[in-house]
């Protein structure tokens, strides 16, 4: 496999070789070029590069290449498989009954005894993950793995975009890789950072990922009086929940509150009857387990030939001028020849192999994505 990597910034691109017959390019792109009509014609100038290449452009804030953290640049990926089969496709997502049915349409067709593993970007805010979650435990075997990201924006998050050899401003879109053979080494680990606190609760009404009441109190209330005046807590203060087993859990992130009806509005689906725990962290524990997350991937793919490395844009939030503390620490694990992409998303949907658990969207989470070709 031939991995190159280049940068557009302050109006220039690195002066790395293109090779022109690379299969796959992915492209994450600030939000800056998606909506300023005086920058480049990004797609024209990179098919122009790569005339051969599916090209896909996921978006995000901050970008991160090598060793090295940017912001209002745009940051590519080519590679060139020598042995592995790759097919791509995307389709729009209108509502979630016509998603599934495209998405079993295709699987249908994709589907073959030598799929090994299945890379999936999306739109980050009009997507619904916790949907298509049920599809894939339905339609796909157990033994296929997906990794599935959700794209970013900017901390206002005014629209998130993943495309397919275009470059649009159409929403909604949802980009699937599917490897095939068995020359492609793909392992990953996800890990979140919270510890819980606390007593367990329960969420007693929730609506989508609304929450009103816990523990039959206004949900607003409970974090008011128990919450914000603990000082050495991040805030947003995140949760955990679980239905039965909490070997599964899942962490929620805060997005708002509301006053008027005392309701909290999380990032994705929390529903009721679910229990929750309220969760903590540390700094240092965040920077810990951005390196726990490449060691456990390691221990399966030692000798990746890239690693690709998608955070929670929280960790960057909380994180602030100490990142390249957790750039720091991903790099003194990873093998000296390994090429690093690193890319913050909205959430992740992956699922813990040491278990054999079901997917599940998770939060505030960092995956860790090793790829390499016998």
């Known amino acids: 496999m031939k991995i190159e990597q280049r940068q557009y910034i302050s109006e220039k691109w690195s002066s790395e070789e293109i090779n022109t017959s690379a299969q796959l390019v992915l492209v994450f792109i600030a939000p800056d070029f998606l909506r300023d009509s005086n920058n480049i014609d ?29 912001d209002k640049s745009i940051s590519i990926t080519a590679m060139t498989f020598d ?22 349409k295709l699987a249908k067709e994709l589907l073959s005894n030598d799929l090994k593993h299945i890379l999936v970007f999306s739109d980050g805010l009009w997507v619904n993950g916790s949907e298509l979650i049920k599809w894939m435990k339905e339609i796909l075997p157990r033994n296929i793995w997906v990794t599935w990201w959700l794209a970013w924006d900017n901390p206002d998050v005014i629209n998130t ?47 989508w990922n609304i929450v009103y009441e816990v523990d039959w109190e206004p949900a607003l209330e409970l974090y008011k009086d128990y919450l914000w005046d603990k000082s050495w807590l991040f805030y947003p203060i995140p949760i955990s929940i679980f239905d039965k087993n909490e070997d599964e859990a899942v962490v929620r992130t805060l997005l708002r509150i ?5 309701s909290v509005v ?3 689906d929390v ?18 387990w951005a390196g726990s997350s490449t060691r456990e991937s390691y221990k399966l793919n030692p000798h990746p030939q890239i690693a690709l490395l998608v955070n929670c844009i929280s960790r960057r939030m909380v994180l602030r001028q100490r990142i390249e503390e957790e750039i720091e620490e991903v790099i003194s694990v990873v093998w ?39």
């Open 266 to 268: 999380f990032s994705s």
């Open 336 to 374: 000296k020849d390994c090429k690093i992409a690193w890319f913050y998303s909205y959430g992740e949907i992956w699922k813990n192999i040491s278990i054999d658990s079901d997917y599940f969207l998770h939060n505030q989470t960092m995956t860790t994505i090793l790829i390499s070709e016998d």
């Open 42 to 70: 990004v797609h024209s100038l990179l098919k122009s590069f790569y005339p051969q290449s599916d090209i896909v452009y996921i978006s995000t804030y901050w970008e991160i290449l090598g060793n090295s953290i940017f």
């Open 161 to 207: 975009y993943a495309w397919l050899n275009s470059f649009s401003v159409e929403k909604n879109n949802i980009v699937m890789i599917w490897l095939y053979g068995d020359s492609i080494k793909i392992w990953s680990c996800s890990v979140s950072w919270w510890t819980k606190f606390g007593i367990k609760r329960t969420i007693t009404k929730s609506k």
């Open 271 to 288: 529903p009721e009857w679910y229990s929750a725990y309220f969760m903590k962290a540390s700094y240092d524990d965040i920077i810990k």
């Open 83 to 104: 042995k592995t089969p790759i097919k791509l496709v995307s389709w729009e997502v209108n509502n979630i009954e016509n998603s599934i049915e495209v998405a079993s």
């Open 258 to 262: 509301n006053k008027e009806d005392k």
